[in-house]
């Protein structure tokens, strides 16, 4: 996996208002912590950040924290983050200082290629996670894993016992966990068939009309 360098500033800890007065400004509060060292409040704007985290292993990269006054980078990954749910705007990270000689178990993206049988024949292709968790020196953290589907038929599935992990990197994951497999392709006769039976077993469906007695037409009126 490539390094990437991120330059922080460091911020003034404070409560609500003082984050909110950043974000305001297009900064972004977090925290470096992890390996002993004292909590670092610090403070990065978002074209920094975005850039940082623009290569292929995205969110999941090895980042180099340069800190000011410390002589040389922090490694680093992105530990969290927190999203504005309104507004869909990062609001604060967390960077996690990890040692580059020592394994670490974290996330890596999925990616599937290949053409799959399986949609020509009309079946359709799932993907049934976007990201794994693996165990491996830092330097040997791959950024994505690429999962080949080209023998993918309809019934198909790939699970993580399936896929031969990367040099040096380990599943930290379950083994049976299905990344990617092809579906039977669903008619509407399917679909209305499995609506009519989640209504009837949530007792929705329809009763039956029920006849008068003497027949279906309804009594004449009285004159």
């Given at each position: 996996m490539a390094e990437t360098t991120l330059k922080i500033q460091p911020?003034?800890?404070?409560?609500?208002?003082?984050?909110?007065?950043?974000?305001?400004?297009?900064?972004?509060?977090?925290?470096?912590?992890?390996?002993?060292?004292?909590?670092?409040p610090f403070q990065i704007d978002v074209p920094t950040l975005r850039q940082a985290l623009s290569g292929d292993a995205g969110r999941h990269a090895v980042l180099q924290v340069t800190v000011p006054d410390e002589a040389t980078a922090t490694p680093a990954i992105l530990k969290d983050y927190q999203l504005d749910p309104v507004r869909d705007r990062l609001t604060h990270i967390d960077l996690l200082a990890i040692s580059m000689t020592e394994s670490i178990t974290t996330l890596v993206a999925v990616h599937l290629h290949g053409e799959a049988p399986g949609v020509d024949q009309g079946g359709v292709l799932e993907q049934a996670i976007h990201e794994v968790e693996v165990s491996a020196l830092p330097g040997d953290l791959p950024d994505a894993v690429e999962v080949d589907v080209s023998s993918l038929n309809i019934g198909d599935s790939i699970r993580l016992a399936d896929i031969t992990p990367p040099a040096g990197v380990a599943w930290a994951a379950d083994p049976d966990t299905v990344v990617a497999s092809?579906?039977?392709?669903?008619?509407?006769?399917?679909?209305?068939?499995?609506?009519?039976?989640?209504?009837?077993?949530?007792?929705?469906?329809?009763?039956?009309?029920?006849?008068?007695?003497?027949?279906?037409e309804a009594p004449a009126p009285a004159e």
């Open positions: 911020r003034t800890a404070g409560g609500s208002t003082a984050a909110t007065a950043l974000r305001r400004q297009g900064l972004v509060p977090g925290i470096l912590y992890g390996r002993g060292r004292e909590p670092y092809i579906l039977q392709p669903t008619t509407m006769e399917q679909i209305e068939a499995e609506q009519a039976a989640e209504a009837e077993a949530a007792g929705l469906a329809p009763a039956a009309a029920e006849e008068p007695e003497g027949g279906s």
